[in-house]
């Protein structure tokens, strides 16, 4: 060997070397570099693809560069070695000057190979394991030149486990995502085939899907205790394996494998071989009572059949429903396929299906039950009809679903649950009510601690008797109470109503708007109710900015769900008619109005009446009166006053339907009418705030129509109404009575406030105009003008163009197609002084035509926007 001084210097190991990313690695070649002829000690252990080959080639390079080879004894997979071989190795370390380097797995590890590493752990070992990011975005750099994505990174880190020689070899192939390339796939199996066929079982397994859980495993790989070791032996070989798979490189050190090596493997096993693996797993999750969800999901559309099958499909079911996953429906289906006779599973696929939204499969497997209850067990009878009951709730038909409950519990031979206490008192039913909520019918049943939903379903129940005859304040209470408790458990799907939706109809009618959308915004966060309930709480929210004069968020809340690719249940299609209706007129678009009215009738010819729509009906009845349509609404009126007269006439919910026939009798000018709902509102005003304030502002309507006007008494029911939420309603009240009083300053007074009122209850960022200082719409339906309309001296055009800014609100109107009587309901004056002023913007324009005014306004509005 020569001597140091005079041979060449090797060239030390680099950041961009075959050692790049591995920087203690880098760090030893550099010391045996720096001082090649020092005695060496040096151990370095890792699984198989770590690098221990490379580390041990970029030393023999080093010692050869140097001229120092002679003497050196570099040993790789010494795990591999026998007793022998490991202890001359190990006297060889003895030696003073000895310059030694081996490297092997960390598993197997019998006691010369332990001995062997203690005498080299002199020095600290070299430890070689998975790459962090910085090391795989230097191994990036090396192989492919270029710096690697973030993306790229996480998604090469994920698939390898860092391995170094997987990242090499994924990154070489130039496709970090997608299917595992074949010439990789290739080289992963020659890896895998070359370890014991018992690792290979157990890697195949794990990748298959089998947990890492000795309980399963052991009977999966068909470990035995042969020899007779006794308890644990198994676990004990498991262990071997286990640690086996790590040491090769195919699991990561908590035993899962690494998921390109699974990919790989997924890809080679045979079809027969993998059903078979599957089924097996399954069987034993189902035996010990583990979850078999996940093996379940491999195994659908395999077309396993049998006994145990079967089993295995029901058991992720109902394991799926229980967490109200929409995959119950689908494994119920496969358990059929796999040979459960349909009857069995039947009850629970109605209820897998009414949590995933699908009411008519539902209905129909609940129906199949209900139509062979002779050949049932009555827990599944009573199941199905549950079922049934809260899907015709959702429809709308709410009496053919407390005819359900009442059935059920005849069967049970108990009281109805608490879950149909809504459905008795929204049809009326209230002694029965009574019954089950001070009778014990709550939602506990004996037997069993009490949960959440049965929590949830007593305090609904006591929220809507109170409702009818107990505080509105305990009602509410209780009801956003039941709200709360159902967000953190399963269950509220199979409600006929959700207590979110419940809560909300009763703060509504007792005014508290802030409150109702609290509760529907928390519930659509929470997702209370599942897929079924979102449209309804959508509507609901949409009804609430409604009554707040909000027409523009009430608008995009039913334009949201009217866009869905769901069709509406008759009960959320009764509220979403009545919904557009209402818009319609409150924005006093007469041709919207109509077009609306057709999808009203035909919601009014699917939906029955019960206690929970009297305020959409109330809105309908006030459009029918606008549009000489009463009798299409009659009917229902008169079931509404029989339903309000079996609960007693609570006020709560009695008051709302008199105020809207109170404005339906003021839009046909019918005093007698107005004067008699007036009266009804008197007898309501005790039920709430809201109550009150309709019952204080109801003589003065009746004034109105008989050209009785107390400005001041008038102004100050007019802002009760806004105090309560009903902005549009008091601003007009303001309007018209502006309209019917000879005292200028009284008018002046009116208009004022109903100009403030309108403005509140309107978001302008929607595009709504607040009204212009003028005279107020009429009450009837054409304007009630004596004389020639007086007209405002013309305003000087603004600035930016030909038309002064009033002029430029009507021409808006004008340009959307409405008519002049409806400009003048918009703005608060009369049909009169709209036509005078579409005469002046003609006159200041030149044009002749109609057609002519519509396009130069165009282009104004346009050029303006």
């Not at 470990?223 to 798979?245: H, Y």
């Not at 359900?404 to 031979?413: D, E, F, N």
């Not at 608008?555 to 009960?571: H, Q």
């Amino acid at each position: 060997m020569a001597a140091p001084t005079t041979s060449p210097s090797p060239s030390p190991a680099t950041a961009t070397g075959p050692l790049a990313g591995a920087p203690a690695s880098i760090a030893l070649v550099r010391a045996v570099a720096e001082d090649p002829a020092a005695p060496r000690l040096v151990a370095v252990t890792g699984p198989a693809g770590a690098g221990k080959s490379t580390v041990l080639r970029e030393l023999v390079r080093v010692w050869t560069e140097a001229g120092a080879g002679e003497g050196v004894t570099v040993v790789d997979d010494a795990h591999d070695l026998g007793d022998d071989e490991l202890t001359d190795l190990r006297d060889q370390a003895g030696r003073p000057d000895a310059r030694l380097v081996v490297a092997f797995r960390p598993w197997p590890r019998g006691r010369a190979l332990a001995r062997l590493g203690a005498t080299l752990a002199a020095a600290p070992p070299l430890v070689l394991g998975a790459l962090d990011a910085a090391g795989i975005a230097a191994r990036a750099a090396r192989v492919a030149g270029t710096r690697i994505t973030d993306e790229a990174l996480r998604a090469v880190a994920e698939r390898t486990a860092g391995s170094p020689m997987l990242v090499d070899r994924l990154l070489a192939t130039g496709r970090v995502g997608g299917p595992v390339p074949p010439q990789l796939a290739e080289q992963i199996g020659y890896a895998v085939d070359a370890e014991d066929p018992r690792v290979v079982e157990l890697v195949t397994a794990l990748a298959l899907g089998a947990p890492v859980d000795g309980e399963v495993l052991v009977p999966l790989l068909g470990i035995s205790d042969a020899a007779g070791i006794g308890v644990g032996a198994e676990i004990a070989e498991l262990d071997e394996l286990s640690g086996r798979a790590v040491a090769a490189g195919l699991c990561t050190p908590d035993g899962r494998v690494v998921p390109l090596v699974a990919e790989s493997i997924r890809a080679r096993v045979a079809p027969a071989r993998r059903a078979e693996l599957r089924r097996h797993l399954a069987e034993i999750e189902l035996d010990r009572g583990g979850s078999v969800l996940a093996v379940a999901r491999t195994l659908r559309g395999s077309g396993a059949t049998g006994e145990r099958a079967a089993a295995v499909f029901r058991a992720a079911a109902a394991e799926a429903a229980r967490a109200e996953s929409p995959d119950a429906v689908r494994f119920y289906a496969e358990a059929v396929a796999a040979g459960a006779p349909p009857l069995t599973v039947a009850a629970h696929r109605a209820q897998a299906h009414l949590v995933a939204g699908d009411l008519d499969g539902a209905l129909g497997h609940a129906d199949s039950v209900l139509s062979a209850t002779d050949a049932v067990e009555a827990t599944d009878a009573v199941r199905a009809g549950s079922v049934a009951a809260a899907v015709l709730a959702r429809r709308g038909l709410l009496a053919r679903s407390a005819e359900l409950y009442r059935w059920t519990a005849a069967v049970s031979g108990e009281r109805p649950p608490a879950a149909a206490v809504p459905v008795l008192i929204g049809t009326g039913a209230l002694e029965e009510a009574r019954a089950v909520v001070g009778g014990g019918g709550s939602g506990f049943v004996a037997g069993r601690a009490p949960t959440l939903v049965d929590g949830a379903d007593d305090l609904t129940a006591r929220g809507m008797l109170d409702s009818v005859e107990g505080s509105p304040t305990a009602a509410l209470s209780g009801l956003a109470r039941a709200a709360g408790l159902l967000e953190a458990a399963h269950g509220a799907a199979l409600l006929p109503d959700t207590p979110a939706a419940l809560a909300a109809l009763v703060a509504v009618h007792t005014g508290e708007f802030d409150v109702a959308a609290s509760v529907l915004d928390r519930a659509l966060r929470t997702g209370l109710g599942g897929a079924p309930a979102r449209a309804r709480h959508r509507l609901l929210l949409g009804w609430i900015a409604l009554l707040r004069g909000a027409t523009g968020p009430a608008s995009e809340r039913l334009a949201a769900v009217d866009a869905g690719d769901e069709t509406l249940e008759p009960r959320d299609e009764f509220l979403a008619a009545a919904l557009q209706v209402a818009i319609a007129r409150r924005q006093s678009d007469l041709g919207a109005l109509m077009r609306s009215w057709t999808r009203a009738r035909q919601a009014i010819v699917r939906h029955p009446v019960d206690l929970y729509v009297l305020q959409p009906l109330g809105e309908l009845v006030t459009a029918a009166s606008r549009l000489r349509e009463e009798s299409w609404v009659a009917p229902h009126l008169a079931e509404a006053d029989a339903l309000l007269d079996r609960l007693g006439r609570p006020a709560l919910w009695a008051a709302p339907l008199h105020w809207a026939r109170l404005q339906a009798a003021v839009l046909t000018d019918d005093v007698e009418a107005a004067r008699a709902r007036s009266d009804e509102l008197q007898r309501a005003a005790c039920g709430s705030r809201f109550a009150h304030a309709m019952a204080t502002a109801a003589p003065h309507w009746v004034g109105v129509l008989e050209d009785r006007v107390d400005a001041a008494e008038v102004e100050a029911a007019a802002r009760g109404l806004h105090a309560v939420g009903l902005s549009f309603d008091g601003g007009r009240l303001a309007g018209q009575a502006a309209l019917r009083t000879g005292d200028r300053r009284a008018v002046s007074a009116l208009l004022a406030c109903a100009r403030a009122l309108q403005a509140a209850g309107t978001d302008l960022r929607q595009g709504t105009v607040p009204p212009p200082a003028e005279e107020p719409r009429p009450v009837a339906e054409e304007p009630a003008v004596a004389a020639p309309a007086p007209v405002e001296a013309a305003p000087e055009p603004a600035a930016s163009g030909l038309l002064s800014e009033r002029e430029l609100e009507v021409a808006e109107l004008v340009v959307q197609g409405r008519t002049q009587r409806e400009i003048g309901e918009a703005l608060f004056i009369s049909a009169k002084t709209v036509e005078h002023h579409v005469a002046r913007m003609r006159q200041r324009l030149g044009v002749r035509s109609r057609s002519e005014l519509l396009d130069e306004l165009r282009r104004i509005l346009g050029d303006r926007g």
